[in-house]
């Protein structure tokens, strides 16, 4: 059995794509939670859901590369709904939390309604961007195979 990080894994190159995609998105995130301009409010905290959700769909599908893009977008969504509504409740571990940058990010401040369906259009991105990144490997596999 070859090892994870081997050229010769059969998941090599899915993950480094992955992970191309991931130091895309991270820098695009964070460029849009702390933008300072016109449409500030509306980027920094509702369309600043999208590329978190990519962001987690591809870092779910790196660590586990063998799980559907569908399924992962589906997890994601759910688990960032439900840490949506988890910012109703506010006990102090919570509140610590909250109060570092990481925590904000992560777990977020305010519960919103309006966040919901940025979350599903980041997780359909998401899942999007996995299936293209599949559908790029595969075609290049097949491409590869008829030469």
Not at 58 to 72: N, S, T
Not at 92 to 117: K, M
Request: aromatic letters at 18%; proline letters at 5%.
């Amino acid at each position: 059995m070859t090892s994870p990080f081997s050229r010769n894994h059969r998941f090599f190159n899915y993950r480094l794509a992955l992970l191309a995609s991931i130091l895309f998105i991270v820098p695009l995130g964070l460029a849009m939670k702390f933008y300072r301009g016109p449409g500030q409010e509306w980027l920094n905290n509702s369309f600043g859901g999208v590329p978190y959700e990519i962001f987690f769909v591809l870092l779910v599908v790196f660590i586990w590369p063998q799980l559907a893009a569908v399924r992962a977008a589906v997890a994601v969504c759910l688990v960032t709904c439900l840490l949506e509504c988890l910012q109703l409740w506010h006990p102090p571990f919570l509140q610590a939390i909250r109060a570092t940058l990481l925590g904000r990010l992560l777990l977020g401040n305010t519960f919103q309604w309006t966040d919901f369906p940025y979350y599903f259009i980041g997780s359909f991105l998401g899942w999007a961007w996995v299936r293209g990144i599949q559908h790029q490997l595969l075609s290049a596999k097949i491409n590869k195979d008829q030469s």
